[in-house]
């Protein structure tokens, strides 16, 4: 770990959390553990039927799919915010993280959370010997930030979705994070809580998923870091069980 990482975890309190441990013991009991995750070749979406906006997001490659974004104007996001924010990282990613939707400093530079959740996200990532740009892949389910941060409205979800489930297809992730509770409902259908959903592996598209609190509550509850760290242990292991990629 770098001086600066090192200074910066100090600060936020995290040292010695986000510090991977060698042979650390499974974080849950009476759930799925790593080694039962099957193998996560994605099962192939059924594309969606010609015509629609949906069908033909489907069929995009990444240069379509970057310039649809930057082109939406699909939901009223888009008169508010300042420019959208496609996504980053590497486009073969072993991992793929899910946020919710980009604050004030993501809508100024274009790019997922590089606000104070992105710095923490950046922290845990490096707890685990990973980067931004070196197999992980960051989205969130909205590419353009609501007024004043508010929460995003059922309508844009489902308007923006397609957008990052064409980005998991292109990706074919060996991994998801999901973070947070909107990342959860659009990519599982579910309203259930992140903590009955925490400790297990799902799936999504046949992509084994893993669900975690999001930064931006790590940084107001700051007691659920352990808990985050554990999720983070957990999906690393269960990647790390997964057959390699073909
Ligand atoms: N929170 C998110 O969910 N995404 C970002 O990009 C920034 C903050």
């Not at 931004?132 to 007024?147: H, M, W």
């Not at 509850?221 to 990647?239: G, V």
């Amino acid at each position: 770990m770098s001086a600066r990482r090192e200074l910066f975890l100090e600060e936020m309190g995290l040292t010695p959390l986000w510090r991977l441990r060698a042979a650390q013991a499974p974080a849950h009991s009476g759930q799925a553990q790593p080694g039962d995750a099957p193998d996560a070749a994605p099962a192939p979406r059924p594309a969606p039927p010609d015509g629609g906006r949906a069908g033909r997001i489907a069929r995009m490659g990444w240069g379509e799919l970057k310039a649809e974004v930057a082109a939406c104007t699909a939901c009223g996001l888009r008169k508010t915010c300042t420019q959208t924010v496609f996504g980053v990282g590497d486009e073969q990613a072993d991992w793929l993280l899910v946020g919710e939707a980009p604050g004030a400093e993501e809508d100024a530079r274009g790019e997922p959370f590089v606000g104070q959740a992105g710095r923490l996200l950046d922290g845990m990532l490096e707890g685990i010997g990973l980067a931004r740009a070196n197999k992980v892949y960051i989205a969130n389910v909205l590419k353009c930030r609501p007024p004043g941060n508010r929460n995003p409205e059922r309508a844009e979800v489902e308007t923006c979705a397609p957008l990052l489930l064409r980005q998991v297809e292109l990706i074919r992730p060996r991994l998801i994070l999901a973070m947070g509770r909107f990342a959860c409902q659009t990519l599982l259908d579910t309203d259930a809580s992140i903590a009955s959903l925490r400790g297990r592996v799902h799936r999504y598209q046949g992509v084994p998923l893993i669900v975690t609190y999001h930064p931006a509550y790590l940084l107001r509850n700051l007691p659920d870091k352990a808990k985050a760290w554990e999720d983070l242990c957990f999906a690393r292991r269960t990647l790390a069980a997964l057959p390699a990629r073909d």
